[in-house]
């Protein structure tokens, strides 16, 4: 059984920072790709920032890029978000998403439904 446990959300203040993690078990994505993405009330969930596992590669939402950074633990088999400068509008569940193979990611790395797998969510609140 696959799972994904999101962790690390929490109340700060803007300009604060957290860290998310992504705890994957069940199998590696280590041939795949993982994702965060949010979801606000009242919204649709959106993309953050994807990595392919093996090689690092990242892509990021243009509402995070220089703020938000994606990075994987091999070892630990764990996903991670670091969030510096966190805005109010930065508030919302977050979500860890895996993805078994990454073909495709180039295009669809935005695309919620490229990833077969998802987190629970761990919830993030930035006041202002």
């Known amino acids: 059984q696959v799972q994904l446990v999101e962790s690390g959300g929490g109340l700060v203040q803007a300009g604060g920072s957290l860290r998310l993690s992504c705890a994957a078990s069940?199998?590696?994505?280590?041939?795949?790709?993982m994702a965060w993405f949010r979801q606000a009330p009242g919204k649709e969930r959106e993309f953050v920032a994807a990595i392919i596992w093996s090689g690092g590669n990242t892509f990021y939402a243009d509402s995070v890029k220089g703020r938000f950074t994606i990075s994987r633990d091999n070892a630990k088999n764990t996903l991670y978000l670091q969030m510096n400068s966190l805005k109010p509008e930065d508030t919302a569940v977050y979500y860890c998403?895996?993805?078994?193979?990454?073909?495709?990611?180039?295009?669809?790395?935005?695309?919620?439904?490229?990833?077969?797998?998802w987190g629970q969510g761990t919830q993030v609140t930035c006041s202002s």
């Open positions: 998403a895996a993805a078994a193979t990454f073909g495709n990611i180039y295009y669809r790395h935005a695309d919620e439904k490229f990833y077969n797998y």
């Open positions: 069940g199998r590696t994505f280590s041939g795949g790709a």
